[in-house]
């Protein structure tokens, strides 16, 4: 796969192709390292004094609600009068 160091504003950035990401087994978050080989190249490894990522899974509605009593409710607060642009 070919992709292109690109600017990002005062940073350089390379692309990576989120195939290849699967493919090595790097979430988003994952800590990396870039190697260089002495010969012109360059290797981005998995960073080894770096716990791995653990992405926050999203919670499903009922675990969010676990902890809801069964027939609670709130009571509407009043937060007072408009200010701005707002109605009701």
């Given at each position: 796969m070919?992709?292109?160091?690109?600017?990002?504003?005062?940073?350089?950035?390379?692309?990576?192709?989120?195939?290849?990401?699967?493919?090595?087994?790097?979430?988003?978050?994952e800590?990396?390292?870039w190697?260089?080989?002495?010969?012109?190249g360059?290797?981005?490894?998995?960073?080894?004094?770096?716990?791995?990522?653990?992405?926050?899974?999203r919670?499903?509605l009922?675990?969010l609600?676990?902890?809801?009593?069964e027939?609670a409710h709130?009571?509407?607060?009043d937060?007072g009068s408009p200010?701005g642009?707002?109605?009701?």
């Amino acid at each position: 796969m070919t992709t292109r160091i690109v600017r990002v504003g005062n940073t350089l950035t390379v692309e990576i192709p989120e195939e290849l990401v699967a493919q090595a087994s790097l979430p988003v978050g994952e800590p990396v390292e870039w190697v260089a080989n002495g010969s012109g190249g360059i290797s981005l490894v998995k960073s080894s004094d770096s716990p791995p990522a653990n992405p926050r899974r999203r919670k499903t509605l009922d675990e969010l609600l676990e902890g809801i009593p069964e027939g609670a409710h709130m009571e509407e607060i009043d937060w007072g009068s408009p200010r701005g642009v707002e109605f009701w």
